[in-house]
């Protein structure tokens, strides 16, 4: 039998990566595979931006354990997808972008959406390509999966020209390649490993840090044997945060961020792993020089970036754990533990006072805290904004692996990823409430979404931190330049209930604390897809906006 190009790609996601979900947006270029997606029954979730479909599809990645896939069209739908991939490529997320081309027969004639979109795309992938030949897109596509996971993951971009999509060839002439079941494991030397194990069983004061690593080595396994024999305690990052809950007995969640820097200071050992030392933890400054530290990543660049590692241990970090465990002692430091919760009480004395008091007007953190307290933490949360990031990471608890995202505190400090990651941990976990907590200013990127989510049925609770503002960048131009001088940082107060009540959603404006949780509890129950615009004190200022501005400002 005959099959198409764009067909061929709908089957080896099927029937090779086990894909049934994939984000896009509809376009010419395209036409042929989205015709695959029918005959193979694959789930397109059409949106209405391209740069949703790319950020949705990094957050499939994170929340249902699989590859997340996106397709959009040339040119515009291109470039429109273009801050997604930027954005998964600093968070190294695997993730494989399918795109459009214009006709290659049409190359240099000034087809419609002609232009070198390879070029462009090469600096923010792990790997970019085009394929010229129907019967080599399986081929094709095989690479792309295995450069987007194998090693320090990423995105990858393939192009796929209508000159291919669109004919037909026979099925034999292009075979679908085998999944790959090997896995490829870099493991550290016997000697390294002494090296760390030597340092951990004779710290009196060590810290445990996790980053994404952890979470996209799915390390539970390896990490819950390691901290509790080693009873070290730890704080777990980005998209490492609920492989262990928050509430294990070692976590240190309850410190929040600023705890976390006085934790820091304390340490006479910090184990680093899968977790880059950047801008948040002051690209290393935040360690203190008399502190040890053992770095275990993937990359062999990351172990001594920023910071001089006294041990280095190369490799994936559930199998770097798993061989250490042997190596390390027993050991209690219940009292150490104990010290720093105590000690980093003092410096967020103040937000734990304002999750228990009502205020008028609302207080960011209360109007967290009332969230946690309807929801539990048996629910997915996710946080978008400047200031809102910071209150719904400190403030939110979660049983469930990637639990807690902030989805505009990686590197790129991408705002309106928040709608997209809430669409695909609802996709992902349907048996689980999702809970938005949006700034204003980043609901705006994406708030169109809304329509999305109905037509697919993809019932998330977006509850607004609304201040009127670009809050973060505001109160750095107050810090700055002086509140009589503020600019293009102000907006206003707007309905965006009634919008998402327009397109037939679900929809509750909120000025007291009173009204806060019987609000919430409405737009559950509702069973659509709601949007419950809080309106918030506009005042409050996070310890996050201090540290952007003291990292911005000029000597």
């Known amino acids: 039998m005959a099959i198409k190009g764009g067909h061929l790609v709908a089957r080896y996601l099927k029937e090779v990566e086990g894909i049934e979900t994939v984000f896009a947006l509809s376009g010419g270029h395209i036409e042929t595979i989205l015709d695959g997606f029918t005959q193979y029954r694959i789930r397109a979730i059409d949106v209405r931006h391209e740069q949703v479909a790319a950020m949705a599809a990094h957050a499939w990645s994170v929340y249902a354990g699989q590859t997340g896939v996106c397709l959009v069209t040339a040119g515009p739908g291109f470039t429109n997808a273009l801050t997604g991939i930027a954005n998964a490529y600093l968070d190294n997320t695997p993730m494989v972008v399918l795109c459009g081309k214009h006709p290659i027969k049409e190359d240099l004639r000034g087809a419609l959406q002609e232009m070198n979109q390879i070029d462009m795309v090469k600096p923010v992938t792990k790997w970019a390509a085009t394929c010229y030949e129907t019967k080599r897109i399986p081929e094709y596509l095989s690479m792309a999966f295995r450069y987007a996971t194998m090693g320090r993951p990423g995105p990858v971009f393939l192009e796929l020209p209508p000159d291919i999509l669109n004919i037909s060839i026979p099925e034999e002439d292009a075979p679908m390649p085998k999944h790959p079941t090997r896995k490829y494991t870099v493991h550290p030397d016997d000697a390294d490993l002494k090296q760390a194990a030597d340092l951990i069983n004779s710290a009196k004061q060590p810290l445990f840090l996790g980053g994404s690593g952890v979470g996209f080595s799915c390390c539970c396994d390896a990490l819950k044997p390691f901290v509790e024999k080693t ?3 730890f704080i777990l990052m980005n998209y490492g945060r609920g492989e262990l809950p928050d509430n294990h007995p070692q976590s240190i969640w309850d410190v929040g961020n600023i705890g976390m820097m006085v934790t820091l200071a304390q340490a006479d050992l910090i184990v680093i792993a899968g977790l880059r030392l950047n801008w948040l933890l002051l690209s290393g400054a935040a360690i203190p020089p008399s502190a040890k530290v053992v770095r275990i990543d993937i990359d062999p660049h990351e172990i001594d970036r920023n910071r001089q590692a006294d041990a280095g241990l190369v490799g994936d970090v559930s199998s770097v754990l798993k061989q250490l465990l042997p190596h390390v002692k027993k050991n209690d430091h219940s009292a150490w533990l104990k010290t720093l919760r105590s000690a980093s009480a003092a410096f967020i004395g103040s937000e734990l006072k304002a999750r228990e008091t009502p205020s008028d007007p609302i207080h960011p953190i209360r109007l967290a805290a009332q969230i946690q307290k309807v929801v539990g933490d048996d629910a997915y949360y996710v946080a978008d904004g400047g200031d809102t990031v910071y209150f719904g990471l400190v403030h939110f608890t979660s049983k469930l692996r990637a639990g807690v995202v902030g989805t505009a505190s990686g ?58 503002a670009w809050g973060m960048v505001k109160h750095g131009q107050e810090l700055s330049i002086g509140k009589d001088r503020l600019q293009c940082t102000e907006l206003d107060i707007r309905r965006y209930d009634k919008m998402v009540e327009g397109l037939g959603g679900h929809g509750e404006f909120v000025t007291k604390d009173e009204e806060i949780i019987p609000a919430i509890k409405r737009a559950l129950e509702s069973g659509k897809p709601a949007c419950v615009n809080v309106m918030t004190d506009p005042t409050v200022m996070s310890p996050a906006s201090v540290i952007f501005y003291q990292a911005l400002k000029m000597e």
Do not use: Q, W, Y
């Open 231 to 233: 009873g070290i305690p």
């Open 411 to 468: 590197l790129l400090g991408c705002l309106g990823t928040g709608i997209p990651f809430a669409m695909a941990a609802k996709l992902a976990h349907p048996d689980k409430s999702v809970i938005l907590l949006n700034g204003d200013g980043s609901f705006g990127f994406n708030a169109m979404e809304f329509d999305t989510m109905l037509r697919h049925n993809i019932p998330v609770v977006c509850i607004i931190n609304n201040d009127c």
